[in-house]
């Protein structure tokens, strides 16, 4: 079995990538509308393609810098390995954004035609392109790391086998934090810009051809909610993957008594067969997802069919922890389980704090008819509330799968069990991809509805689905990001026993409380960057669509010939945006190393701890009070409390474009955030010891 087995998760993975093709010419097949809504969506994609090509390439360049000081530092540890995994795992993830959003771009005005027939088969086209970027990010994600474990572990034998395949994560990491901060500052620059002179001061409809960040906007829904997600989801699953199998190559894990021998590679197989089988169950997931009804079957037919993936997965794990490392190791199965519960409870938060059906979003709603301030407060204060359920969660998850694993496995089954705990939680990425990339489409498809001049059924029917998107994409981030504590913890675990930190003197040594503060400040400075350069990049657009508005003579009144430029704001934005994400995606890299080489391991664990408490807190209130902000403003527009136009509207709309930046940029980066400095810390141990 431990011969094949990783062989039969590689053609899984290769299933789905088959499953991206056949879901990408189904969407390609659809009709992609008028001349005019053609013409909108191929400025879209240039204007995508143009973002894209300008990032990756300076990614690349910090890829390479990065290889190169993994094969100097770490060259005494097999660093050219490590550095051939970190190329790889960073062009995997490179890959995924770019398979997905090159479809996303192109389904957003095949989505508004469909929607001209009904809410189902908008539904339909909108989820498949979803549904490409969900396989795509969980298909190479599991390849690539299944690769890497067939070559180091099975083919070389090495035994360091588990730290070289941590240059894969480290990859995916790292990429994805730029992809997410990049595409972050991106999107919500433009979006923010747009809404500020078009909605507050010009006082015309979102999307209106005559706003000149219409489609930089609508470019930033591909660029940060589709890529840049992509990116996010990607390299949360891959560190679920990396976590219990850099643990389970400890001695307390490999030597446990299995039989008359030791339990070996089975344990570090079992991952990779519990994601294989959570794909295959993803894969069932997006064949099932249809609705001929309207909204409300909509989301429903969505959130069931991710509930019952979910449980497809669950039941396919126990019978792999009984197939592969027998009955008397059956008891980590019930850390999956929790892995499983914690994420739905996590989603049904969201989905509560975060959706205009329940009573948070409507009192944020209410709240605006006393103006911005009071919006804004009560938006803060749903965003802060949202926490508890999740931190409660985890620490029972936590704890059970610590019990039970260590039950299991005395000595090191319990830092195992909470690896796959967070496995568990994610082992169905490729519906979660799926659910969330769908929402940014329809929200494309909207605005190239409005653009177009359709007629008025069309939009409210966009709306809807974008609505329910929001909701979704907020049940996506609190999957990414409950998973992401988990994650990092089992890496944490497994940085202290690298490092012989199995205790820590609180009171007689101060670098850990050091290393405390220092860690939970990081993720408040980090947001503070991301937050501020949306602020910078969004006062660019509005200043170049004010200038369009006085210079351009009719465009405000709408006159037949008086265009704006639209590639002006595209341009601005994108250099923007670059050149913002510099500075705090290199933070996650640089803060580590150099609190580890000069305040020493013991710094560094505080500085692990500190930095993933603070980090999961923040990234669930800012990612729920920006959805409820979000859906706030979307439910006045739909007629409740006076609609659209009103100062309760205004309110609102104000409440949207702070929430903007919390959910979409310095939020969802947060995860990533933790997960990259753990990574770092853990490759690279051998700097840090003394």
Same mark, same amino acid.
């Given at each position: ?14 299933? @789905? ?23 909108? !969506? ?91 970027? $969900?396989?795509?990010?969980?298909? =190479? ?8 474990? +067939? ?62 960040? *219409? ?15 992509? @990116? ?13 199998? #850099? ?56 959130? %069931?069919?991710?509930? #019952?993936?979910?449980? +497809? ?6 019978? =792999? *922890? %009984?197939?592969?490392?027998? %009955? ?5 199965? %019930?850390? /999956? ?58 620490? /029972? ?7 039970? $694993? ?38 494309? @498809? ?27 994409? &907020? ?11 988990? &994650? ?14 199995? !205790? ?8 850990? /409380? ?110 729920? !009070? ?12 739909? $007629? ?48 840090? =010891?003394?």
């Amino acid at each position: 079995m431990s011969n094949w087995m990783p062989f039969a998760v590689v053609g899984i993975s290769v299933f @789905a990538l088959g499953m991206v093709v056949v879901y990408a010419i189904l969407v390609l097949r659809k009709d992609p509308g008028s001349k005019k809504m053609r013409e909108i !969506s191929m400025a879209i994609q240039e204007g995508a393609r143009a973002f894209i090509k300008r990032e990756y390439r300076y990614v690349a360049v910090f890829v390479a810098l990065m290889s190169i000081l993994l094969a100097v530092a770490l060259r005494k540890q097999d660093g050219w390995m490590v550095m051939l995994c970190y190329i790889f795992g960073a062009s995997c993830s490179l890959s995924s954004g770019f398979v997905g959003l090159a479809i996303s771009t192109k389904a957003n005005s095949r989505t508004t035609q469909a929607a001209r027939t009904g809410v189902g088969e908008a539904l339909t086209v909108a989820f498949r392109s979803g549904s490409v970027m $969900g396989l795509t990010v969980a298909g =190479l994600g599991l390849l690539g790391l299944t690769i890497c474990y +067939l070559i180091f572990e099975v083919w070389l034998g090495l035994y360091n086998s588990a730290n070289i395949i941590l240059g894969f994560a480290l990859g995916a990491s790292s990429v994805a934090l730029f992809a997410r901060v990049g595409g972050g500052i991106y999107t919500k620059a433009a979006d923010v810009g747009a809404d500020l002179v078009g909605k507050v001061e010009a006082g015309i409809p979102e999307d209106d051809p005559r706003n000149a960040a *219409v489609i930089a906007d609508n470019v930033g829904d591909n660029v940060g909610d589709v890529a840049g997600m992509g @990116a996010d989801l990607y390299e949360s699953y891959v560190a679920a993957i990396v976590a219990p199998i #850099a643990i389970a190559a400890s001695g307390a894990v490999y030597k446990a008594p299995f039989g008359k021998g030791m339990l070996g590679t089975r344990a570090m197989i079992l991952p990779l067969a519990i994601t294989g089988a959570g794909l295959l169950c993803s894969i069932i997931g997006t064949l099932v997802v249809r609705t001929k009804k309207g909204g409300k079957y909509a989301q429903r037919a969505l959130t %069931w069919s991710s509930y #019952a993936t979910a449980g +497809l997965a669950t039941l396919s794990s126990f019978f =792999l *922890v %009984w197939w592969i490392i027998g %009955w008397r190791y059956i008891g980590i199965f %019930w850390s /999956i389980l929790m892995g499983v519960i914690s994420g739905i409870v996590i989603g049904l938060t969201s989905e509560y704090f975060t959706s205009d059906h329940y009573s948070p979003v409507k009192e944020i709603a209410k709240s605006s008819q006393t103006g911005a301030a009071t919006t804004i407060i009560q938006g803060l204060s749903v965003g802060m509330m949202s926490t508890v359920a999740p931190i409660i969660i985890v620490a /029972i998850a936590m704890g059970v799968s610590f019990f039970t $694993g260590n039950r299991a496995i005395p000595g090191g089954g319990g830092v195992f069990s909470i690896g796959l705990a967070a496995l568990g939680m994610l082992c169905t990425t490729g519906m979660v991809v799926a659910v969330d990339a769908y929402g940014p489409v329809a929200d494309n @498809a909207g605005g190239i509805a409005q653009m177009a001049n359709l007629e008025p059924e069309v939009r409210q029917i966009t709306d809807g689905l974008d609505s329910i998107g929001n909701t979704t994409a &907020a049940i996506g981030k609190g999957f990414a990001i409950g998973s992401a504590a988990l &994650a990092a913890l089992a890496l944490f675990a497994s940085y202290s026993q690298a490092t012989g930190l199995s !205790s820590v003197n609180i009171i007689g040594d101060y670098k850990f /409380i050091v290393g405390i503060l220092l860690g939970a400040m990081l993720p408040f400075l980090f947001s503070s960057l991301a937050l501020s350069a949306v602020g910078r990049a969004a006062f660019s657009v509005v200043e170049e669509v004010r200038r369009q508005f006085r210079e351009i003579v009719g465009l405000r009144e709408g006159a037949e010939g008086a265009k704006p430029d639209y590639s002006k704001c595209v341009d601005i934005t994108t250099r923007t945006a670059i050149y913002e994400m510099l500075l705090p995606g290199s933070l996650a890299i640089i803060a580590p190393l150099l609190i580890g080489r000069f305040l020493g391991k013991e710094s560094l664990a505080g500085f692990l701890a500190g930095a993933i408490g603070s980090g999961f807190l923040l990234a669930i209130m800012m990612a729920n !009070s920006g959805g409820a902000w979000d859906n706030a403003k979307k439910y006045i527009e739909g $007629g409740e409390l006076g609609g659209k136009g009103t100062p309760t509207h205004a309110a609102a709309v104000v409440g949207d474009t702070v929430g903007d930046p919390f959910k979409d940029t310095a939020g969802p980066s947060m995860n990533i955030l933790i997960k990259v400095m753990t990574v770092v810390s853990l490759i690279f141990v051998p700097l840090f =010891l003394k």
